[in-house]
């Protein structure tokens, strides 16, 4: 995968939330959990309406630099050393083709 810097236009729409599972920061597939749980609450949130909330890439860093208080541009370096394109939406695997 090509490495985006920030800023840097967004290639891919979305990703799959399973690509996450690769990027650990303090335990073993701590950024794919969170992917995960921020998936499931907006589904919930969005149950019986005709919308769909999605977290970017660069919203999961965000939220997680958030609840680890670590800083964001530390949590954002480790997401560019996989070479995640930060505007792309974090979606179920099965939702992206």
Do not use: W
């Not at 769909?52 to 999961?60: F, I, L, N, P, Y």
């Amino acid at each position: 995968m090509t490495k985006l810097k920030m800023g840097e236009p967004n290639m891919r729409e979305q990703i799959r939330v399973s690509e996450l599972k690769r990027v650990s920061i303090l335990c073993e597939d701590d950024v794919y959990d969170l992917a995960c749980l921020l998936l499931r609450i907006n589904d919930a949130r969005d149950k019986g309406t005709n919308c769909k909330s999605r977290q970017t890439v660069k919203g999961v860093a965000g939220k997680y630099a958030m609840l680890t208080n670590i800083s964001h541009s530390q949590v954002e370096a480790v997401f560019e050393q996989h070479g995640l394109p930060f505007g792309a939406t974090v979606e179920h695997d099965e939702d992206v083709r």
